[in-house]
């Protein structure tokens, strides 16, 4: 929840190469106190069915800026073990183009910001939601 004096973040993941949520993707959050400072690690959490994080930590006063870190890899990993069997779904590609998403952007106090992450085994996109 945002405060006067803080800032707040959410995210969800949507799986675009298949229309649905993304569950069971670990997301770090990262905060700095101006360009010149150095990385804060606050936590994390894993996205739920749903493809949402509901309980990320809550960002300190006078957080300026905000990294989310996804570990999209291990998701995908198990998304292409589940289709193995599936002939019309293998894949001779190397496996995980982005094995990681990092999305860092700036914010200011009493804002809240809603980050989605659209995700595809090569591309993602994200976007200031609301």
Request: aromatic content about 8%.
């Amino acid at each position: 929840m945002s405060t006067s004096t803080t800032a707040s973040v959410s995210t969800h993941i949507l799986d675009t190469s298949i229309g649905r949520p993304a569950g069971g993707v670990a997301v770090r959050l990262a905060a700095r106190s101006g360009r010149a400072a150095d990385w804060q690690a606050l936590g994390g959490s894993a996205t739920d069915a749903d493809g949402r994080c509901k309980d990320l930590p809550a960002l300190p006063e006078g957080t300026t800026h905000v990294r989310l870190d996804f570990a999209v890899e291990p998701y995908f990993e198990k998304k292409a073990e589940a289709q193995q069997d599936a002939p019309a779904n293998r894949d001779s590609g190397p496996g995980v183009f982005f094995p990681e998403v990092a999305i860092t952007f700036a914010v200011v106090p009493g804002e809240h910001y809603h980050v989605p992450l659209l995700l595809n085994p090569f591309g993602y996109s994200v976007y200031r939601g609301s």
